[in-house]
């Protein structure tokens, strides 16, 4: 994201959070790792809202009313893990601000002292506005964030007594989501070890089965293979129907196609969509998809392209030697 690209008004308090850190007469690298740090976290928190509002397209109510100063400064300060001025500038509160709430920032970055202050503070560990479990904004809760980049210590601390309540166990199917999204093994086992003892197993099968799909979307192999270790189907399609290796193959990854054709995927394209129960058959409006080996060759994945022809030719001789 490009300076510019942000509105006035936002440039002006972080130039004013910048002020009060270092007092009067700033260190213009001060003001420059201000400026970066508050791209980075809109960036970050690039939500549906949150940019519109900050460009001028649209007026949401929650963020004008509560984008003031020292929200915005708040905000920063726990994104940059200056606990130092979040003390001073803390007023009891987690308000929104453009740059999101103070206690998703520290979340996200990984700040688990002020992550902590807030919590005793009496932030809500749960994004209350929090709705759509499939809506993978990041901006959106803090556990999310901390699992898309890896933090497990704070998962787990979302994940314990008395934080984990039923707001947390609404935002965990996310968080697992979002772990596959950004390729975090060790955060993405964490959040399935926790959902496999409290949640029925179906509702297990159908949120791993899913994430395989994030994961594949996003060529994540280690999460991947994760995913596939705890049971993921890896003949699971979303309802296109396109399959977990087309979206690999799309992605050009290939050692997200080996895994899955280790564990059994199909390379054909599929005209069912898969979803580990009885496979429907895909209506007549559904565009029919190209299979993973035409994709990656489209786009001259020649790593994918060789992987899956090198499968292919196993199959064959495999088939001759039964024959």
Request: proline share 6%; charged share 25%.
């Amino acid at each position: 994201m490009q300076l510019l690209d942000l509105p006035l008004d936002v440039f002006k308090n972080i130039i004013l959070f910048t002020v009060q850190d270092q007092g009067l007469h700033p260190d213009p690298k001060e003001v420059e790792k201000a400026e970066f740090n508050a791209c980075l976290c809109v960036a970050v928190n690039a939500s549906s809202t949150v940019l519109p509002v900050l460009w001028g397209q649209e007026k949401d109510e929650k963020t004008q009313l509560e984008g003031g100063t020292w929200e915005n400064c708040l905000a920063i300060a726990s994104w940059m893990g200056n606990l130092t001025l979040v003390e001073s500038l803390n007023r009891g509160t987690d308000p929104y601000s453009f740059f999101g709430r103070p206690s998703w920032a520290a979340a996200a970055q990984g700040h688990l002292d002020i992550l902590q202050f807030f919590l005793k503070q009496g932030a809500l560990p749960y994004e209350p506005n929090f709705t759509h479990i499939t809506d993978l904004e990041l901006g959106e809760t803090p556990i999310g964030a901390a699992a898309y980049m890896g933090h497990d210590s704070i998962v787990k601390l979302y994940l314990q007594p008395p934080y984990f309540g039923p707001g947390v166990q609404e935002e965990e199917a996310k968080a697992i989501f979002v772990a596959a999204q950004g390729n975090q093994p060790q955060t993405l086992q964490t959040l399935l070890e926790h959902y496999t003892q409290n949640r029925p197993h179906p509702d297990f099968l159908a949120i791993i089965d899913a994430a395989l799909l994030w994961s594949c979307r996003r060529g994540s192999p280690d999460a991947t293979r994760v995913l596939l270790e705890y049971g993921a189907h890896p003949n699971e399609t979303d309802k296109s129907p396109r399959s977990c290796l087309q979206h690999a193959a799309i992605a050009g990854d290939a050692a997200t196609v080996k895994l899955l054709l280790d564990a059994g995927a199909s390379i054909e394209a599929s005209r069912y969509i898969n979803k580990r129960t009885i496979p429907r058959l895909n209506e007549t409006w559904r565009k029919k998809y190209r299979d993973a080996l035409t994709e990656a060759k489209r786009r001259n994945y020649l790593a994918v392209v060789r992987v899956i022809e090198e499968k292919q030719r196993e199959i064959a001789e495999t088939k001759t030697a039964e024959e």
